[in-house]
């Protein structure tokens, strides 16, 4: 499974809290003062809910950069991309709606008993929201499109799409790791922002879970993520390994499985399924090594 620790630390890094978490503004009691930061034994970039917005960062990433290949080649998508393409977007959808339920439904109205939360955090999802319905519909039509054959310049649409939703994207997570996480460490301690953690991993899509689990990497997160949120290491077996699992087989290896049989070492977008069913050409496939 692929590993992206330098993925982690580069993002996390690029994301420093500049809010002044002592503004009186934020604060809803004065028997909740904003003295937690201290008590934290690890830094933000360690932080869950930084390295869940990491893992939404590099799956936007990788989409980009399948269909900047996908362009390169020319023409029109062929059908093995259009399964690609499908897939992994449908595995993002389920994955940022998801997200968007744990901050609306668990995090938000559990700060707001201590902090006046900043508004403009939640409403921005609603923007989000509609982007995603946009592209959301253009990747349901590619099939109809593609019996028409009618998928030329669908690529350039896409790119373009998920360029917009990129730029609302990115900024939404900074505003929210700059506000939102630094006024959680501020105002709750690390036990008590853990049982809202145990919440979202307990009710969360494998996928969703299995994204968090790769961006990290799997060493970092058994010996990082679980070791300082105290989860016993027999929960690897128990759960996080078969989310690990699901997610790169459905996403992960599409993106980073190499095909050095063709021209210019592009990428080639190679589902693999538990099933030893795959999307690709036979070409791609025989090269991977899977099939004589």
Request: charge should be negative.
């Amino acid at each position: 499974i692929t590993q992206n620790s330098e993925y982690f630390f580069l993002a996390g890094q690029s994301n420093r809290m500049t809010t002044n978490v002592l503004d009186t503004k934020y604060q809803k009691s004065p028997d909740f003062p904003p003295d937690k930061s201290d008590l934290w034994p690890f830094a933000v970039e360690h932080d869950g809910w930084m390295l869940a917005h990491n893992s939404i960062r590099k799956e936007i990433e990788d989409m980009i950069e399948a269909l900047e290949a996908s362009k390169k080649r020319g023409g029109a998508l062929q059908e093995w991309e259009v399964a690609c393409v499908t897939t992994a977007w449908k595995t993002h959808y389920l994955h940022i709606h998801s997200h968007h339920s744990n901050e609306d439904a668990l995090i938000t109205p559990y700060l707001e008993t201590r902090i006046n939360y900043p508004d403009k955090l939640t409403a921005d999802h609603k923007e989000l929201v509609a982007k995603l319905d946009r592209i959301d519909a253009i990747v349901e039509s590619l099939g109809q499109k593609e019996e028409e054959g009618d998928l030329s310049g669908l690529t350039e649409e896409m790119l373009s799409e998920l360029h917009e939703y990129q730029g609302l994207v990115l900024p939404h997570l900074k505003e929210a790791e700059d506000e939102g996480l630094a006024l959680s460490r501020a105002y709750f301690e690390p036990h008590e922002i853990g049982e809202i953690t145990q919440k979202i991993i307990a009710g969360s899509p494998k996928i969703e879970m299995g994204s968090f689990i790769v961006c990290q990497g799997i060493d970092e997160f058994r010996n990082g993520f679980m070791k300082r949120h105290q989860i016993p290491a027999v929960a690897w077996d128990a759960q996080f390994k078969d989310c690990a699992t699901v997610f790169d087989y459905q996403t992960s290896r599409s993106f980073e499985d190499w095909n050095p049989n063709r021209a210019g070492g592009e990428r080639c977008l190679l589902y693999y399924y538990p099933d030893n069913t795959r999307f690709g050409c036979d070409r791609c496939w025989k090269a991977s090594g899977t099939m004589n």
